[in-house]
């Protein structure tokens, strides 16, 4: 089967619904996600995302980036970032989004390892709201077609250009997608890992198809562990029990019940802290707690987390809540220019799979939404300026065969984890700490 488009955008998170919204509406677009349009990360988001919420925290906001990502972070991406958040908040407010206000003004939380509340949120399923409301907007539009639950399984490309897709239906129709312009939106990793904060169908797809095609990468040993995720016997995706909790005021527990670390700490260095205190103790987890805060704050600001916890027999307003740390984030990625422009020509990646440099060696709370926003806006732009119709389309794919799907995802995630791993072992250095499963 053979399908045509001008742009094919691979995945339906912030990133790949905010790019497509964004792309002139001459220009026709097909929509893939290999799941339904409601499972993404960009769902599951709790906290909130930052802004410049006025000219005086500018350099605020960006030593607190930076710090946060060990001053690795591409200075010109993070610039870019900040001074163009309050563009994409105004859009998102213009789609209906609606963040938390008192008397008519925005109120802004704070989390971890930021000097100064700048993250607005919409209780604690700020995901959920933006991400639902993007989509509404993108199912209004003529030139976008959405097609759930398809596959990308490979990229059809010719002397570093790349001209549309393989497609896999969910009954194992194999099609080809041409398209001048393609958009890879594939979100994170942690389908990898045995325990992570993200879907399991997120395995890191466009990475793979990056080692095969000879695609440039960035910083793949850079994979951020969220300090508090809820302990469950049971395995399967962990529920993140949000920074911003501890933005509000919860503590860290021992086994003894006592404080043991600064609850603010940036997330890779809190982590490790976790961990020693486990390791020191034996056990399986710390605690939590919100308990010494108003039980009517806690279900108010609280309410996803809180009827979350109460379904695995936790009441978070008198009890302590069972926590470890679990892959959540993906710093690293297919690297990409200010315009989120892969080294392969036609070829874009924006969101979590793409690596701009913007979060260094460890991402700021609350910054991935944003940072997704900003560079998603900023390929469609590019795209729609640049446009030129792709006349390299070749036949494909050189007699190619698809049939043997379970082989070909068991060894694209073994090709990603071995470039995890032979990067880390480059630099000597294992930031991984979770299994992969
Ligand atoms: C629990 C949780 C809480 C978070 N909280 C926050 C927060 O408060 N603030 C913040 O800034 N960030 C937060 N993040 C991070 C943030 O949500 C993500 O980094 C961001 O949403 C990523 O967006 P994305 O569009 O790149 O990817 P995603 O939203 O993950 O979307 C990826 C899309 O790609 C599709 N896809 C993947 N592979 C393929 C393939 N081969 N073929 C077709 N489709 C494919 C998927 O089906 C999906 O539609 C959180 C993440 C998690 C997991």
């Avoid at 300090?227 to 509000?248: A, C, D, K, W």
């Amino acid at each position: 089967m053979k399908l045509e488009t001008d742009v094919a955008i691979i995945g339906a998170g912030v990133a790949g619904l905010y790019c497509a919204l964004n792309l002139p509406d001459d220009k026709k677009i097909k929509l893939i996600t290999k799941s339904s349009l409601e499972m993404s990360d960009s769902y599951l988001a709790q906290g909130g995302i930052c802004v410049l919420k006025e000219e005086e925290d500018f350099d605020s906001f960006f030593w607190d980036t930076m710090k946060a990502g060990h001053y690795e972070n591409n200075q010109a991406s993070v610039r870019q970032m900040i001074r163009k958040s309050p563009e994409v908040v105004n859009d998102l407010i213009s789609y209906g989004v609606e963040f938390e206000q008192k008397d008519g003004k925005m109120l802004y939380t704070k989390e971890g390892a930021h000097s100064t509340a700048r993250i607005l949120y919409h209780r604690d399923i700020t995901g959920q709201e933006i991400t639902g409301k993007l989509l509404a907007q993108v199912k209004k539009k003529k030139n976008i077609e959405i097609m759930e639950y398809t596959e990308m399984i490979d990229l059809i490309c010719y002397n570093n250009r790349c001209s549309g897709v393989m497609l896999r239906s969910k009954e194992g129709v194999i099609a080809r997608l041409e398209a001048h312009y393609t958009v890879l939106a594939t979100g994170g990793i942690g389908g990898l890992y045995q325990d992570s904060t993200n879907y399991p169908h997120l395995t890191g797809d466009s990475l793979a198809l990056a080692i095969r095609h000879q695609i440039n990468l960035k910083n793949m040993n850079y994979i951020q562990i969220h300090p508090t995720t809820l302990f469950m016997e049971r395995t399967g995706r962990r529920f993140l029990i949000s920074e911003s909790v501890r933005g509000e005021g919860a503590y860290l527990l021992g086994s003894n019940k006592e404080r043991f670390v600064d609850e603010l700490l940036p997330r890779d260095m809190l982590t490790q802290k976790i961990y020693q205190q486990m390791k020191k103790e034996g056990s399986k987890h710390v605690w939590l707690t919100v308990a010494h805060l108003e039980s009517d704050f806690i279900k108010q600001r609280f309410p996803n987390i809180y009827q979350r916890c109460m379904e695995e027999g936790i009441d978070i307003t008198r009890q302590c809540i069972p926590v470890i740390p679990a892959q959540h984030y993906f710093m690293g990625g297919i690297e990409v220019d200010l315009y989120s422009k892969t080294s392969m020509e036609h070829l874009y990646a924006v969101g979590e799979t793409s690596c701009n440099g913007v979060h260094g060696a460890n991402r700021l709370a609350s910054n991935s939404l944003l940072e997704s926003l900003v560079f998603a806006k900023e390929a469609a732009v590019h795209i729609g300026s640049t446009f030129e119709k792709n006349n390299t389309i070749k036949p494909l794919a050189d007699g190619k065969v698809y049939e043997n799907y379970e082989q070909i995802k068991a060894a694209d995630k073994k090709l990603i984890l071995q470039e995890i791993e032979r990067v880390n072992q480059n630099e000597q250095r294992n930031i991984t700490q979770n299994k992969c499963g």
